[in-house]
T-cell receptor
Framework: ETGVTQSPTHLIKTRGQQVTLRCSSQ?????VSWYQQALGQGPQFIFQ???????GRGNFPPRFSGLQFPNYSSELNVNALELDDSALYLC???????????????FGSGTRLTVV | DAKTTQPTSMDCAEGRAANLPCNHS???????VYWYRQIHSQGPQYIIH???NNETNEMASLIITEDRKSSTLILPHATLRDTAVYYC????????????FGGGTRVLVKP
């Protein structure tokens, strides 16, 4: 049973639109990461938030942005959607803070975004 | 993160042990080896991790060679529900704790 929930589970948007994906982490997990997984590939790191501040970013353009809230929830926002943004978006949380090692992340089941 | 290399796919008989190899020849001293798996239509699931000692938990065992250049994940009694893509990841502080997933090994457990 995962302690991370994501919504919605599926979403269809039109090219050029904006989308907000939501994640609710396990209580006490102050680190949240977002990943993009294209069909048939491994997840790719988008960014990470620790105590409501971004503290790491992958190779994604600025139109991918995020927020983390004190209640352990977070959002991924994507502006000006492109067809290539179609993917499974995964949220992962950890109870260990920045720079700490030795603990795994708990992933949600993801939001499948289709851009048409 | 150190690059990891895994076989693309492997089959395993139900009830038998599944041994999944991973090569991480450029791993540095402070990088842990993590294993995750992803069952179809689900998010990745943490399995186990280790630094240099062998590790065992309720899901699997992790055997790391003495030189730390490779490791093996062992599923002691594979079941059909173990069919998944298995990812081996080397991660250290410099990575900011981001997980770098490669292509993984697609494991098919057959009856």
């Amino acid at each position: 049973e995962t302690g991370v929930t994501q919504s919605p589970t599926h979403l269809i948007k039109t090219r050029g639109q904006q989308v907000t994906l939501r994640c609710s982490s396990q209580s006490g997990h102050n680190t949240v990461s977002w990943y993009q997984q294209a069909l048939g590939q491994g997840p790719q790191f988008i960014f990470q938030y620790y105590r409501e501040e971004e503290n790491g970013r992958g190779n994604f353009p600025p139109r991918f942005s995020g927020l983390q809230f004190p209640n352990y929830s977070s959002e991924l926002n994507v502006n000006a959607l492109e067809l290539d943004d179609s993917a499974l978006y995964l949220c992962a949380s950890s109870g260990v803070g920045q720079g700490a090692l030795g603990y795994g992340y708990t992933f949600g089941s993801g939001t499948r975004l289709t851009v048409v | 993160d150190a690059k990891t290399t895994q076989p693309t796919s492997m089959d395993c008989a139900e009830g038998r042990a599944a041994n999944l190899p991973c090569n991480h020849s450029t791993i540095s001293g402070n990088e842990y080896v993590y294993w995750y798996r992803q069952i179809h239509s689900q998010g990745p699931q943490y399995i186990i991790h280790g630094l240099k000692n062998n590790e065992t938990n309720e899901m699997a065992s992790l055997i790391i060679t003495e030189d730390r250049k490779s490791s093996t994940l062992i599923l002691p009694h594979a079941t059909l529900r173990d069919t998944a893509v298995y990812y081996c990841i080397a991660m250290g502080r410099a990575a900011g704790n981001k997980l770098t997933f490669g292509g993984g090994t697609r494991v098919l457990v057959k009856p």
